[in-house]
């Protein structure tokens, strides 16, 4: 088990990496570029999501981390876990709502450009977000559920 688990682990390292560089490359970089006085006001907002919603990431990744470490010490089926999973929930949730806020902030930059894929990829971002929140909220109705069959089963003997 602990082979998988280190696959994990390190897969969500590597998630992180991209989100990152962003932050500290990507994003500053793109700042100090912009030329336009009109766009430069949209990009503080964009600043604002992207990092509000780095940290709200960057939280879900550490829960998920923390999962996998529970998991690796045979304490899955704990209220840890539980949550952990409710941590995943509301950062899917933040990021999801984040971005739904964020939409017409998108749309300025979308009709400066005139390229209609920002928004939708803002709406693939936010959706996916929801989806990884929804998942996290089943997830925890199952785990919650396994916990008390659980003690109940322990009670019974």
Known sequence: MKKQTLFLKATLILLALPILAICLVGFPFLVMHTTEWALAWTLYGIGALLYSTAAAYFMALYQALKLLNLIDDNSAFSYDSVTALKK??????VI???YAISMPLLYII???DDA?????????LGGAALVVSIFATVLQQLLTNAIAMKNENDLTI
């Open 116 to 124: 209609p894929g920002v928004i939708i990829i803002g709406l693939v």
């Open 110 to 112: 979308a009709e400066h």
């Open 88 to 93: 995943i929930k509301w950062s899917g949730l």
């Open 96 to 98: 999801a709502g984040l």
